[in-house]
T-cell receptor, first 111, second 115 residues
Framework: ETGVTQSPTHLIKTRGQQVTLRCSSQ?????VSWYQQALGQGPQFIFQ???????GRGNFPPRFSGLQFPNYSSELNVNALELDDSALYLC??????????FGSGTRLTVV | AQTVTQSQPEMSVQEAETVTLSCTYD???????LFWYKQPPSRQMILVIR????KQQNATENRFSVNFQKAAKSFSLKISDSQLGDAAMYFC????????????WGAGTKLIIKP
């Protein structure tokens, strides 16, 4: 049974650019959640996808968007990057919302 | 708004001793779940223990146990026989029953284990 895999592990982008982060769900999981964890803080919920549909969203602007694919893998896209977007982005998968498994995150630095 | 507060930014304990990490939360809900997660330097969030609010019995997982006080909205984690591998950030998280699975997190407590 494979766990949750996120890519890339680290990324440096320039303010104003766009970025795509990827997440492969654990086998058998149909739900993916994304969280933003700023340095020294707890994670903040961005959104969740269940069977390719967004079914929950936190307090993040529309320039944060996502996709879930038929194999339940997922992407997080962020447009018009700002310095405050620098953070660790965590992906978590679950089956029907029960028992989250987290990946090791993508560290995004915006300069 | 539902919030989770961890008032101890950092705690230290001697190896083999017991330490308790504090967590309080604010909610008007009656049904919810509470979690403690561990985040080592590898950055992956690892579930330590889970508590359902409707259960009065405190959850335990080997050396880890909780003291769940629903009326006081308190959810502390006790680690017995601390080991060097327990060193990490510990996060308390709250999940409302009808939230579409949106976890609400505290700011974390850094646990240092002294050999």
């Amino acid at each position: 049974e494979t766990g949750v895999t996120q890519s890339p592990t680290h990324l440096i982008k320039t303010r104003g650019q766009q970025v795509t982060l990827r997440c492969s769900s654990q086998s058998g999981h149909n739900t993916v959640s994304w969280y933003q964890q700023a340095l020294g803080q707890g994670p903040q919920f961005i959104f969740q996808y269940y069977r390719e549909e967004e079914n929950g969203r936190g307090n993040f602007p529309p320039r944060f968007s996502g996709l879930q694919f038929p194999n339940y893998s997922s992407e997080l896209n962020v447009n018009a990057l700002e310095l405050d977007d620098s953070a660790l982005y965590l992906c978590a998968s679950s089956r029907d919302g029960h028992g989250y498994t987290f990946g090791s995150g993508t560290r995004l630095t915006v300069v | 708004a539902q919030t989770v507060t961890q008032s101890q930014p950092e705690m230290s304990v001697q190896e083999a001793e017991t330490v308790t990490l504090s967590c309080t939360y604010d909610t008007s809900e009656s049904d919810y779940y509470l979690f403690w997660y561990k985040q080592p330097p590898s950055r992956q969030m690892i579930l330590v223990i889970r508590q359902e609010a409707y259960k009065q019995q405190n959850a335990t997982e080997n050396r880890f146990s909780v003291n769940f006080q629903k009326a006081a909205k308190s959810f502390s984690l006790k680690i017995s026989d601390s080991q060097l591998g327990d060193a990490a950030m510990y996060f308390c998280a709250y999940l409302p029953e009808d939230s579409n699975y949106q976890l609400i997190w505290g700011a974390g407590t850094k646990l240092i284990i002294k050999p």
